[in-house]
């Protein structure tokens, strides 16, 4: 089986340098057209489900996507990004400057419990699940893709990886980026990680 898994294009949020969490903006006129080309590159690859989270922005690009496929957005809350209502609205600076002690305490214990903040270990709980149970309901044959956020789609990485949460920062995935999962014998194996080729044509 093929698993595609993509970050959403730039949003509003993503543009004024934001931390969006669960704030629910729209894409950008960049994310749009990122995720037009990314649609392009994928035009001719045989892709039989498409999955997003139910935020504007990973229903946006995952709908773009999926025009050319003719397949119908399957949207799932699971795949919605981290929950950080504390942290919403506030640029990563200002987490940092303003938030210090709570933000190395998250960013360090993955189960750590701070009000208003999802743990890591929680997210990738959630987010895990329910890329196993798709993974289990399609065959071998078939290819995947699934339209989620940055921090959610790392906790993926991090699981196939069997990296620790806390080394989340270790992995960046830019607007559109496609990562590419293997899964073979009851095995996941990465391909390729935060190809954004198409964003240079």
């Known amino acids: 089986m093929n698993i595609y898994i993509v970050r959403h294009g730039e949003s509003e949020h993503n543009k004024a340098g934001i931390w969006q969490g669960l704030l629910d903006g729209e894409l950008s006129e960049v994310g749009i057209e990122q995720a037009r080309k990314l649609s392009n590159k994928l035009q001719n690859e045989k892709i039989d489900a ?73 997210l990738q709980k959630r987010v895990v699940e ?28 991090h699981w196939i990886f069997e990296m620790p949460l806390n080394k989340y920062r270790k992995i960046h995935l830019y607007n559109t980026s496609l990562t590419k999962i293997k899964y073979e014998k009851d095995t996941f194996s990465i391909e390729f990680l935060n190809d954004t080729s198409h964003l240079t044509k």
């Open 130 to 157: 329910k890329f196993l149970k798709i993974v289990k309901k399609h065959s071998e044959e078939d290819t995947i893709l699934i339209v989620s956020h940055g921090l959610a789609l790392r906790t993926i990485i």
């Open 50 to 122: 498409i999955y997003s989270s139910k935020l504007k922005r990973a229903m946006k690009t995952a709908d773009i996507i999926a025009e050319k496929h003719n397949l119908k957005v399957e949207r799932y809350k699971e795949f919605n990004e981290c929950k950080i209502e504390l942290w919403n609205g506030y640029s990563i600076n200002d987490v940092f400057t303003k938030f210090s002690s709570e933000f190395e305490e998250w960013a360090n214990n993955p189960w750590t419990i701070i009000e208003g903040v999802e743990s890591m270990g929680n």
